[in-house]
């Protein structure tokens, strides 16, 4: 207990380390118990950051923030539309055909891995073969499940979906326009002492920005160069393909292979074991190579860099805890973690407590 009770007096004595303590516990405790409630918020926030941007250049035009918020929310609106009424329609059509050339696919799938077994009878078995397609067989019937359930959730929810796209654009509109209101009103309730954590914020919050809207231009940027590519090489589902590429960003390392797999299925169910095939799949390596070395870089210059390790270490840490939003949020939650590392005070090990120095 005194190893505890030295730990906690040389570390928490001073008033402005207890005070981040309790914002960041509060936060968490927030995020954690609420973000079901509160989704439409921090969807919100999030469009806001994105925002924030144009907002603040549109002002240095010299025009009045509350017509500058108008502009940039119309705008955003206007392109939300052109968005859900051209390309969605597009995206369920290659999806529904996908599904629909799934028997074939499997059938295909079946008669190639019971050539297996001849051709390579040292390493795979008939019976292994059996074995695998009545594993994909289970794992298709569960999905087809799962996606029956989704679409009827998705009927029955369909109130909270127009609920969304009324509230959401409302919130962002007055988070733009009152947001030196709202962070006066929140500072009024924290304490005046407070020089650790408006440090920490200040850091945190620039990185933030910049992270959200680095993001959101990195999905644009390569799925749109992704559906050219796809396109251009007659690559089916081209615009399903290059949705799932431009999302893969969204989870650093992990999202660039998964998606590798269905590009890699349709390439193959379409032209084989070929040379359009290897074409397709050096073009999807290259993309994903200029992302990593090029994009990457030049978008999120001002973003502390992270270790790999901590980077995938926080995407299974906060994207199983806040799911998507964990996900997506996973850099800028593990910047404020080093953030706060950085400014949370340090004593030197070897220094006594201060009761036994005064004792000596």
């Given at each position: 207990?005194d190893?505890?009770?030295?730990?906690?007096?040389r570390?928490?004595?001073?008033?402005?380390?207890?005070?981040?303590a309790?914002?960041?516990?509060?936060?968490?405790?927030?995020?954690?118990?609420?973000?079901?409630?509160?989704?439409p918020?921090?969807a919100?926030?999030?469009?806001?950051?994105?925002?924030?941007?144009?907002?603040a250049?549109?002002?240095?035009?010299?025009?009045?923030?509350?017509?500058?918020?108008?502009?940039v929310?119309a705008?955003?609106?206007?392109?939300?539309?052109?968005?859900?009424?051209?390309?969605v329609?597009?995206?369920?059509?290659?999806?529904?055909?996908?599904?629909?050339?799934?028997?074939?696919?499997?059938?295909?799938?079946?008669?190639?891995?019971?050539?297996?077994?001849?051709?390579?009878?040292?390493?795979?078995?008939?019976?292994q073969?059996n074995?695998?397609?009545?594993?994909?067989?289970?794992?298709?019937?569960?999905?087809?499940?799962?996606?029956?359930?989704?679409?009827?959730?998705?009927?029955?929810?369909?109130?909270?979906?127009?609920?969304?796209?009324?509230?959401?654009?409302?919130?962002?509109?007055?988070?733009?326009?009152?947001?030196?209101?709202?962070?006066?009103?929140?500072?009024?309730?924290?304490?005046?002492?407070?020089?650790?954590?408006?440090?920490?914020?200040?850091?945190v919050?620039?990185?933030?920005?910049?992270?959200?809207?680095?993001?959101?231009?990195?999905?644009?940027?390569v799925?749109?160069?992704?559906?050219?590519?796809?396109?251009?090489?007659?690559?089916?589902?081209?615009?399903?393909?290059?949705?799932?590429?431009?999302?893969?960003?969204?989870?650093?390392?992990?999202?660039?292979?998964?998606?590798?797999?269905?590009i890699?299925?349709?390439?193959?169910?379409?032209?084989?074991?070929?040379?359009?095939?290897?074409?397709?799949?050096i073009?999807?390596?290259?993309?994903?190579?200029l992302?990593?070395?090029?994009?990457?870089?030049?978008l999120?210059?001002?973003?502390?860099?992270?270790?790999?390790?901590?980077?995938?270490?926080?995407?299974?840490?906060?994207?199983?805890?806040?799911?998507?939003?964990?996900?997506?949020f996973?850099?800028?939650?593990?910047?404020?973690?080093?953030?706060?590392?950085?400014?949370?005070?340090?004593?030197?090990?070897?220094?006594?407590?201060?009761?036994?120095?005064?004792?000596?």
């Amino acid at each position: 207990m005194d190893v505890i009770r030295n730990w906690f007096r040389r570390y928490f004595n001073d008033p402005q380390v207890i005070i981040l303590a309790v914002l960041l516990l509060l936060g968490f405790a927030v995020i954690l118990f609420m973000g079901d409630m509160l989704a439409p918020v921090l969807a919100s926030v999030v469009l806001a950051y994105l925002l924030e941007g144009l907002v603040a250049r549109l002002q240095r035009w010299h025009l009045p923030r509350l017509l500058a918020v108008a502009l940039v929310v119309a705008g955003f609106l206007l392109l939300l539309v052109l968005i859900l009424f051209g390309m969605v329609p597009q995206l369920s059509n290659q999806l529904t055909q996908l599904f629909q050339q799934l028997p074939v696919m499997i059938s295909d799938g079946q008669a190639l891995l019971q050539h297996l077994p001849e051709e390579y009878p040292a390493f795979i078995t008939e019976q292994q073969v059996n074995e695998i397609m009545a594993g994909l067989r289970r794992e298709i019937t569960n999905l087809g499940q799962q996606v029956f359930s989704v679409s009827l959730a998705s009927v029955f929810n369909i109130i909270a979906v127009l609920v969304y796209v009324v509230l959401v654009p409302v919130l962002v509109f007055f988070f733009l326009k009152d947001k030196e209101r709202i962070f006066a009103w929140i500072a009024g309730y924290l304490p005046h002492e407070r020089g650790l954590s408006t440090r920490v914020w200040h850091d945190v919050n620039a990185q933030v920005a910049n992270y959200v809207r680095g993001k959101v231009w990195e999905i644009l940027i390569v799925g749109g160069v992704s559906y050219i590519t796809f396109s251009f090489m007659g690559l089916q589902y081209a615009l399903l393909l290059a949705t799932l590429v431009g999302l893969s960003v969204i989870i650093p390392y992990i999202g660039a292979a998964v998606v590798t797999i269905p590009i890699a299925l349709v390439a193959y169910f379409q032209w084989g074991w070929g040379a359009q095939f290897a074409y397709v799949m050096i073009a999807y390596g290259v993309i994903q190579a200029l992302d990593g070395n090029v994009l990457v870089p030049l978008l999120f210059s001002e973003v502390v860099d992270l270790h790999p390790i901590a980077i995938i270490v926080a995407v299974l840490v906060f994207g199983g805890i806040w799911g998507l939003w964990g996900l997506f949020f996973a850099i800028p939650l593990a910047t404020l973690v080093q953030a706060v590392l950085k400014a949370w005070p340090r004593h030197d090990a070897a220094e006594p407590p201060q009761e036994e120095a005064g004792q000596e």
